[in-house]
């Protein structure tokens, strides 16, 4: 019998706290001040989230994973999509892990999501792209508080086109059950007056459901733009939940991350 092999945390202790008690308390402090005077809205199908240590993107992330305490659940699988920023590559790369471990406990692999990819060759197997990567990893604890039980499939990206991301996200697409989380931050290193003017225009590129932004816009862009893709295809609406960047939260001004967080919503 096969033993089962989890992809072991990478950032734990550097981007999230390492215990998990109080990793479970910082991530509901979060939310309950993501939540503080905020109606609850529709159940989303996809949310756009940053992805930098808690101290700094934490409270942004918040206000999009609020939106999944009401919600989240009848959801059984989360497809989860952030580039891979350790490990040059092309087109899109998913582990041969069982399951993603957490401080908060082991999140098994959807099984069935990951051979549709493979069988489609939308995506492959790179267990180098997982190993330290953290865009998808920090977006894990959120999930875990959020949700009570899922099935996880992790894509890392690189360079890939938005028609070939639309289909890999197509492919898994599912029903209302399973929730598209799609990891990226914002502008980088930049003074914070101009990181504000640059994520304005990358805020209404995203309103606006288009899917041509550059990576200088977006670390994530290829997993934003293939949703868009999808978004304009199967007319989602797309609201914006909470913009702002590291000198907001926690940084110097003068060299600044942007982070969005966005909801979307089927007709």
Request: aromatic share 6%.
């Amino acid at each position: 019998m096969n033993k089962s092999r989890a992809r072991p945390p990478a950032v734990a202790g550097l981007f999230y706290p390492l215990d998990a008690a109080e990793l479970r308390d910082a991530v509901k402090g979060l939310l309950i001040l993501a939540t503080t005077g905020v109606a609850a809205g529709p159940a989303p199908k996809a949310l756009i989230v940053p992805h930098a240590g808690y101290l700094y993107s934490g409270s942004v992330a918040a206000c999009a994973y609020r939106r999944l305490q009401e919600s989240g659940a009848s959801i059984r699988k989360v497809v989860l999509i952030g580039p891979s920023h350790r490990v040059p590559m092309r087109g899109l790369a998913m582990p041969s892990a069982d399951s993603f471990a957490t401080p908060l406990g082991e999140i098994p692999i959807d099984e069935s999501g990951r051979q549709r990819l493979r069988e489609h060759g939308l995506a492959g197997i790179s267990d180098a792209a997982h190993a330290a990567e953290h865009s998808l990893e920090v977006q894990l604890p959120f999930l875990q508080v959020v949700l009570p039980a899922f099935e996880l499939l992790p894509i890392a990206t690189g360079l890939a086109p938005p028609a070939q991301v639309a289909r890999a996200l197509e492919a898994v697409w599912g029903d209302s059950s399973t929730l598209i989380v799609v990891s990226s931050d914002l502008s980088h290193y930049h003074k914070s007056f101009e990181a504000r003017q640059l994520d304005d225009q990358t805020k209404l590129s995203i309103l606006a459901r288009r899917s041509d932004l550059s990576d200088e816009q977006a670390c994530g862009s290829c997993g934003i733009n293939g949703l868009m893709e999808v978004a304009r295809h199967k007319s989602l609406t797309v609201e914006l939940l909470d913009q702002r960047n590291s000198g907001d939260t926690a940084g110097d001004r003068s060299r600044v991350v942007g982070y969005g967080s966005y909801a979307l919503y089927a007709a």
